[in-house]
């Protein structure tokens, strides 16, 4: 099968730097996506990794490791802002996204 | 540019009602999707479209109809409701499927089946 592992909710203070884990079991994906959403808001798209390493956006990076399955989303200067959901996604070679579950975003002051 | 725009934003249906939730996009892209999003889930795609009069489908695609005759418009259609269809649906449209994967997404349509 097809899916990929977040953590549900993940906790971190105003201005400090976080690490959203995004772990896949599936052959044929590539490609990795992140978006955010905010509550009652639609997703809006992060960054997307084609490739192994790291992909830098302002205050937001996202890392892939195609070998060992695995990449994360790292947001750094925190702002309250940026409490949210966000989620990988992965496109597989049918050309169909496959969204994780989704990792609450909790910033504290 | 207004980008994806959907319609009704809520809507209840009764159990066996029918409805089409309409998706338009004014940036010509070629792939649109449709997907249902569950309260604290993920987004779960129910079908894709790959341009004019091509579809196809996705993880979840029972219940539920697509036509896209246009560019623009990639319709949903819903037979039968039945309260398991609650939940709220995005229409997302990208350039292509290849090698850009940003997605637009609508604003979606909450929609309660009682």
């Known amino acids: 099968g097809q899916s990929l592992e977040q953590p549900s909710e993940v906790t971190a203070v105003e201005g400090a730097i976080v690490q959203i884990n995004c772990t896949y079991q599936?052959?044929?994906?590539?490609?990795l996506s992140w978006y955010q959403q905010h509550d009652g808001g639609a997703p809006t798209f992060l960054s997307y990794?084609?490739?192994?390493g790291l992909e830098e956006t302002g205050r937001f990076s996202s890392f892939l490791s195609r070998s060992d399955s695995y990449g994360y989303l790292l947001l750094q200067e925190l702002q309250m802002k940026d409490s949210a959901s966000y989620f990988c996604?992965?496109?597989?070679?049918?050309?169909?996204?496959?969204f994780g579950k989704g990792t609450r975003l909790h910033i504290l002051p | 540019n207004a980008g994806v725009t959907q319609t009704p934003k809520f809507r209840i249906l009764k159990i066996g009602q029918s409805m089409t939730l309409q998706c338009t996009q004014d940036?010509?892209?070629?792939?649109m999707y449709w997907y249902r999003q569950d309260p604290g889930m993920g987004l779960k795609l129910i079908y894709y479209?790959?341009?004019?009069?091509?579809?196809d489908k996705g993880e979840v695609p029972n219940g539920y109809n697509v036509s896209r005759s246009t560019t623009e418009d990639f319709p949903l259609r819903l037979e039968l409701a039945a309260p398991s269809q609650t939940s709220v649906y995005f229409c997302?449209?990208?350039?292509?499927?290849?090698?850009?994967?940003?997605?637009?997404f609508g604003p979606g349509t909450r929609l309660t089946v009682t």
């Open positions: 990794n084609a490739l192994d």
């Open positions: 996604a992965g496109m597989n070679r049918d050309d169909k996204i496959i």
């Open positions: 479209s790959v341009g004019a009069g091509i579809t």
């Open positions: 940036m010509n892209h070629n792939y």
């Open positions: 599936t052959s044929g994906f590539y490609g």
């Open positions: 997302a449209s990208s350039p292509t499927g290849g090698s850009s994967y940003e997605q637009y």
